[in-house]
T-cell receptor, first 118, second 114 residues
Framework: DARVTQTPRDKVTEMGQEVTMRCQPI?????VFWYRQTMMQGLELLAY????????DSGMPKDRFSAEMPDATLATLKIQPSEPRDSAVYFC????????????????FGPGTRLTVL | AQSVAQPEDQVNVAEGNPLTVKCTYS??????LFWYVQYPNRGLQFLLK??????LVKGSYGFEAEFNKSQTSFHLKKPSALVSDSALYFC????????????FGTGTKLQVIP
């Protein structure tokens, strides 16, 4: 049963520390999405990749956030330095592009990383 | 720009009664439309999608959704609600062709009362 995996599942850190979240997309998927979910803002798209290249990262605060795909099996989201307002659940999702058959842009979500910045 | 509106933050329904969770969208051209469900402390799970053809789409766990092009709506429905259906439901839209991002609504919390 192919799944998106994310590590760590929970992270508690202090303000100013660097945080790295990792995602392993489903093997064979060529699009990867990073979302942030908070009670106040709901689900926000931070960035997405096609074939490991960033396609849109306009939703990501550039001064402290960075997203990369070192290889097809790993996507990373880094926050440096972290701030209390970054506390949220961060989801990674993967999919098959282009938008059309067979999956028509259906996204497969990981379980999320719950980040708490004190 | 594309957008999704879920006008209800929460929907309460008695177990056994029919349920409807509302969604309207805005996108240029013909859309792909999706419903996802999120249970507590879990990621979003795909429920169903509209691609083309029959306006009534059937999905997982007895859910269905009706596409209405003239009203730009894609409401989620189920004939008989279960307590286990209580969760957060997200409607989403995507344009067709190329590599498109998916825009999600703000989510509707469904509470099924025993």
């Amino acid at each position: 049963d192919a799944r998106v995996t994310q590590t760590p599942r929970d992270k508690v850190t202090e303000m100013g520390q660097e945080v790295t979240m990792r995602c392993q997309p489903i093997l064979g998927h060529n699009t990867v999405f990073w979302y942030r979910q908070t009670m106040m803002q709901g689900l926000e798209l931070l960035a997405y990749f096609r074939n490991r290249a960033p396609l849109d990262d306009s939703g990501m605060p550039k001064d402290r956030f960075s997203a990369e795909m070192p290889d097809a099996t790993l996507a990373t989201l880094k926050i440096q330095p972290s701030e209390p307002r970054d506390s949220a659940v961060y989801f990674c999702a993967s999919g098959l592009g282009p938008t059309g058959p067979p999956t028509y842009n259906e996204q497969f979500f990981g379980p999320g990383t719950r980040l708490t910045v004190l | 720009a594309q957008s999704v509106a879920q006008p209800e933050d929460q929907v309460n329904v008695a177990e056994g009664n029919p349920l409807t969770v509302k969604c309207t969208y805005s996108v240029s051209g013909n859309p792909y439309l999706f419903w996802y469900v999120q249970y507590p402390n879990r990621g979003l799970q795909f429920l169903l999608k509209y691609i083309t053809g029959d306006n009534l789409v059937k999905g997982s766990y007895g859910f269905e959704a009706e596409f209405n092009k003239s009203q730009t709506s894609f409401h989620l429905k189920k004939p008989s609600a279960l307590v286990s259906d209580s969760a957060l439901y997200f409607c989403a839209v995507s344009r067709r062709g190329g590599y498109q991002k998916v825009t999600f609504g703000t989510g509707t919390k469904l509470q099924v009362i025993p």
